[in-house]
């Protein structure tokens, strides 16, 4: 049976959450703005990695409204999430500090559990000059996206993929 667990998209508003799942799993970009409404649930599998063997693993993406902010972990959407990640928009930097604040409110209510944090948008890095590094997160957790371009997206979950595993949670 397919190792199979419950990711949370978490992220304030408009930072391009449901962009980065969309590129993920249909490798398309909308530059049309739909925002979220609740909570959306989506299936991605990982491949298995390259080297090393491994089974592949199917992520279930909880794609939630950025309106929640730290809300969202006094709602049951979270219960039996193994991971997060967690998005910023390069362009606004208080959706970094958002971000910094759901990351350490996951690890308050999951301790342990893996994250990632993705500053999206990075197509739009020369609009950001200027734009702070998320001071307080841990380098290796941080990686700098674009959903429009796809850099960085399948490299990111992947990576996630591999902690779930090496954790077995
Ligand atoms: N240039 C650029 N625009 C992006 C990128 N990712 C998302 N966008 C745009 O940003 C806007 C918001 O993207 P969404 O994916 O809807 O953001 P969200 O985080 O899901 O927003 P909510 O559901 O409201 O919380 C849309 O107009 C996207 O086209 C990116 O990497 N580069
Ligand atoms: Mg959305």
Do not use: C
């Not at 993406?61 to 006094?74: A, K, N, P, S, V």
């Not at 208080?94 to 301790?111: D, G, H, I, K, Y």
């Not at 841990?138 to 674009?146: M, P, Y």
């Amino acid at each position: 049976m397919m190792l199979t667990t419950k990711v949370m998209l978490l992220g304030d508003m408009g930072v391009g959450k449901t962009s980065i799942l969309y590129r993920l799993v249909h490798d398309r970009f909308d530059g049309q703005y739909k925002t979220t409404l609740g909570v959306e649930v989506l299936s991605y599998d990982v491949p298995a990695p390259a080297v090393g063997g491994g089974e592949p693993m199917r992520l279930v993406l909880w794609d939630t409204d950025g309106d929640f902010g730290t809300r969202i972990f006094d709602t049951v959407y979270v219960a039996g999430a193994s991971a997060a990640i967690i998005v910023s928009d390069v362009t606004r930097p208080q959706t970094v500090t958002r971000m910094n604040e759901l990351a350490s409110s996951f690890e308050t209510r999951f301790p342990g559990r893996p994250y990632k944090a993705l500053v999206n948008k990075i197509d739009l890095a020369d609009a950001a000059a200027g734009a702070v590094w998320p001071e307080g997160l841990a380098q290796s957790n941080v990686k700098f996206v674009s959903a429009k371009t796809s850099s960085g997206i399948a490299e990111a979950f992947a990576e996630l993929a591999e902690t779930i595993r090496r954790r077995q949670f």
